[in-house]
């Protein structure tokens, strides 16, 4: 079933709901789908409001003179709505004065953290709209919890219990010890499933492209193995001082040691070296890019990360250094079939979105080649068990909704074929 289809099934499916979410893969044409429910509804809805991770204002600018140049948009970049209290108060009161809105959230996950302030005020927009609808690609990145209030801002009636009790019934928590509290694994996903289901289309990229996996491991030198060992220990004694353990200072310090050491440089020299080709090269931090190399950063204008795409595929560049935190999203970049993760993330959302940027429609070649540079430290094995486990947790989810979907497909072609 091609992808064309995949978007009718979609639409059918939601366009008789108020509410919905399409968790369809990267690629595979949601944005095109969410435009298409917004145009048949706008007869009935004078506000439609687009809520989007600010680097995605001019893309879906784009997508929608493409798919619907007569549908009147109001863009939002999500981050706004979260720092600024005038635009959000702005926003609040265009839905409030609105007869019927209809709001989508694109990148859903941006609202998974309930007690953030960009949450709360996108779930009080929610509350006011007769349509709404969220797209994403990776709908969680840590555990089941990350489902919850992207659903409830759909409709609270849903998940009809609380936070607190959604984390009881599908969370098992350590007991005792450091990580007394937390989150051990997630129990209870087909049950789950089966709730949110009526609600969700899922769908993957259906491309005659192989992705082909591989890593490149290097060896810090002596002194960069002491230097390594001497910011953990300067870490871990700031943190003794102070009389607590901060992981994120830890984790920080150490991958910013990492990911600009010069064996990590030479690493990743050799292997576009080895590569040939051009290659779109994904670091976390800036310190990652060598000097005088092409970019995209975040503080570059949508203009100037245009311009450097362009550079890019047009010119002898051989690689398009780009930062997580912008390149992650938006950006189409299949005239490329190489990618490598310098620096890799814990958001597995993150990584998952830097594949899509050669892994869509339009990729001529018959593979795509993703390269990761590793080294053998404690804080990457760390970081393997982590993206491990986020993982299997998500192949679980699909797989449950995959199974549900055979039976929806089976009742389709029935009907049209």
Not at 57 to 79: F, H, M, N, S
Not at 142 to 157: C, E, G, M, R, V
Not at 219 to 247: A, G, H, M, Q, R
Request: charged share 30%; with cysteine.
């Amino acid at each position: 079933m091609n992808n064309t289809d995949t978007q009718q099934r979609a639409f059918n499916k939601l366009n008789r709901l108020k509410v919905g979410a399409l968790f369809m893969e990267m690629g595979t044409g949601k944005t095109k789908v969410a435009l298409d429910l917004m145009a048949s509804k706008s007869r009935k809805c004078d506000l439609l409001l687009w809520i989007c991770p600010c680097s995605l204002k001019a893309t879906i600018a784009d997508e929608r003179a493409k798919w619907q140049p007569g549908l009147y948009l109001e863009v939002v970049g999500c981050e706004s709505i979260g720092a600024s209290s005038r635009i959000y108060l702005e926003t609040l009161e265009k839905v409030k004065n609105a007869k019927c809105a209809f709001i989508v959230v694109d990148e859903s996950l941006k609202i998974k953290n309930i007690g953030a302030k960009r949450t709360q005020r996108i779930l009080n927009l929610g509350k006011l709209a007769a349509y709404k609808l969220i797209l994403n690609g990776t709908p969680l990145t840590k555990n089941a919890l990350d489902i919850y209030t992207q659903i409830t801002f759909l409709s609270p009636k849903i998940l009809s219990e609380s936070f607190q009790e959604f984390k009881r019934k599908y969370c098992e928590f350590y007991l005792r010890g450091d990580r007394k509290g937390q989150v051990k694994r997630c129990v209870n996903i087909p049950h789950l499933v089966s709730r949110i289901k009526p609600y969700i289309f899922d769908a993957k990229l259906d491309l005659n492209v192989l992705k082909s996996h591989s890593w490149r491991r290097y060896v810090l030198s002596p002194e960069e193995e002491y230097l390594y060992e001497k910011t953990k220990n300067d870490i871990l004694d700031y943190c003794t001082e102070n009389d607590k353990i901060d992981f994120y200072r830890l984790v920080t310090g150490l991958y910013h040691f990492l990911y600009s050491c010069e064996s990590k440089r030479h690493a990743v020299r050799d292997l576009l070296q080895d590569i040939g080709g051009k290659a779109v090269v994904f670091v976390k931090f800036l310190a990652s890019i060598p000097d005088g190399a092409l970019r995209i950063v975040g503080e570059m204008s949508t203009e100037e990360r245009t311009r450097a795409i362009e550079e890019f595929k047009t010119s002898d560049e051989q690689a398009l250094y780009i930062t997580y935190g912008c390149g992650a999203f938006g950006l189409n970049l299949q005239f490329v079939n190489n990618l490598v993760f310098a620096d890799r993330t814990w958001d597995l959302a993150q990584m998952e979105q830097a594949e899509a940027r050669i892994f869509r429609l339009g990729q001529k070649e018959t593979e795509v080649n993703y390269y990761y540079v590793v080294t053998n430290t404690g804080l990457e094995k760390m970081l393997d068990k982590n993206l491990g486990r986020k993982t299997d947790l998500l192949k679980e989810i699909k797989n449950t909704i995959d199974t549900m979907n055979i039976q929806e497909r089976e009742k389709w072609l029935k009907k049209h074929l």
